[in-house]
């Protein structure tokens, strides 16, 4: 009989027609198993599975139904589920978190003022924020589309090391935009700063402690 163990057991109540089948709910004569450890252990009869599943204290866990014949895995299937809970918990976690940020530009920007919207834009993409790049077209600017893509492509390439294209140059209105998304979400930007920020400690103290070792010795 297998022990209690310290992650979350799914109930019969809290079964959804989604969850993968466990146990005694894979009713199929034969399964290719998997170990635990990821061996591949082939074609066993049910019966064989489930024991060497209760054997190893762990659940027998239906992962590709749709295989001749079924696939299935010997794991903790209370840990499984908490983790992917836990992933999917944080995946809402950092798209909520995603702020849409806005960077306007004219048609004939100088090179100073582009460059300082361009720095701002980087900015906002390392933080792991979406950028929306807008141009504002005046009067008869707006006959001339095709310069306003030329310059939105510009910006995207001249970002491609922070972030990529989400939404191609669209007309809204008087204006053309573009989104562009960061290549890393709220959480991935804030460890890599974290990490920045710790090296730059480390150094620092490196640094400090190199300066007293040599006032030391020249005193000496």
Do not use: C
């Amino acid at each position: 009989m297998r022990t209690a163990s310290r992650w979350p057991k799914p109930s019969s109540k809290e079964f959804r027609i989604s969850d993968p089948r466990t146990n005694e709910r894979i009713r199929v004569p034969e399964v290719r198993l998997v170990g635990p450890a990821g061996e591949q252990i082939g074609v066993v009869r049910i019966e064989a599975a489930l024991r060497l599943a209760q054997e190893a204290d762990l659940d027998l866990v239906e992962v590709a139904p749709n295989s001749k014949p079924p696939v299935v895995k010997i794991m903790d299937y209370g840990k499984f589920k908490y983790e992917a809970a836990q992933k999917a918990k944080e995946a809402r976690r950092n798209q909520a978190n995603t702020i849409l940020k806005e960077v306007r530009f004219r048609l004939k920007i100088e090179a100073h003022d582009y460059t300082t919207k361009l720095k701002r834009a980087e900015g906002f993409l390392k933080a792991g924020d979406k950028v929306k790049a807008m141009i504002l077209f005046r009067g008869r600017e707006q006959s001339r589309p095709e310069q306003g893509v030329r310059l939105l492509r510009k910006f995207a390439e001249d970002v491609a090391e922070f972030g990529t294209v989400e939404s191609n140059p669209t007309i809204d209105g008087r204006n053309m935009v573009m989104v562009v998304a960061p290549l890393k979400n709220k959480s991935e930007a804030k460890a890599e700063q974290n990490a920045v920020r710790a090296a730059n400690k480390a150094a620092a103290r490196d640094a400090a402690h190199s300066t007293d070792a040599a006032a030391q010795s020249s005193a000496e």
